[in-house]
């Protein structure tokens, strides 16, 4: 990678994980699987936004595929758009942001460690004992 390249990553990042400071959400989600009982967590990384753009730049950076159009609820609202990544995925984008983020950077360092050591238990979907 030349340093052109390299700025503009940089540069990419720094403003993502700004936005990601003020307009996104990091959290653990529970996942309660009702056919066979079993419940897991994960890391999630969301935003949503009035602007598709930063929206945009965050699908286009990444393989997230969570991407939702809301219209606006009555006339006086305007429509958003919603973007989202979870697991393994959320996981190698709050690695690559975590250098940049200020306000949300001890949730993005928990939500790291965290999804680390949930990637270590294998697949969610088997019974597991306590």
Do not use: H
Not at 58 to 78: C, D, Q
Not at 93 to 114: C, G, N, R, S, T
């Amino acid at each position: 990678m030349n340093k052109a390249t390299r700025g503009k990553r940089t540069l990419t990042l720094s403003y993502l994980a700004g936005f990601i400071d003020g307009e996104g959400s990091i959290f653990i989600t529970k996942i309660n699987n009702k056919k066979s009982g079993n419940v897991w967590y994960r890391a999630t990384v969301a935003c949503a936004n009035s602007d598709r753009r930063p929206i945009d730049m965050l699908r286009e950076w990444n393989t997230a595929k969570a991407f939702v159009y809301r219209p606006g609820r009555n006339p006086g609202y305007k429509p958003s758009w919603q973007w989202m990544a979870t697991g393994t995925t959320a996981l190698k984008i709050l690695q690559d942001l975590e250098p940049y983020l200020i306000v949300k950077k001890k949730q993005a360092k928990l939500a790291i460690k965290f999804q680390e050591w949930r990637n270590t238990l294998g697949n969610p979907g088997k019974p597991r004992t306590n």
